[in-house]
């Protein structure tokens, strides 16, 4: 049997949104929502402000 590692680096640009509660205690929670293929950076914002506390500093 044969094993193998591939260990492969790639530079790529990631693009978010940052909310950020007003009268927000520091330091604050923080919230990354991704999203797999095909869906948008503003759905999952959408979603995580639904679901999260409104202390908790979001990044989608």
Not at 16 to 43: I, T
Request: net charge negative; proline share 7%.
């Amino acid at each position: 049997m044969l094993e193998t590692d591939l260990n492969l680096t790639a530079e790529i640009k990631l693009y978010y949104d940052l909310f950020v509660p007003q009268n927000l205690e520091n330091p604050a929670p923080l919230l990354l929502a991704v999203h797999g293929y095909g869906a948008h950076k503003r759905y999952m914002m959408r979603e995580a402000r639904l679901i999260a506390p409104e202390s908790i500093v979001i990044a989608s």
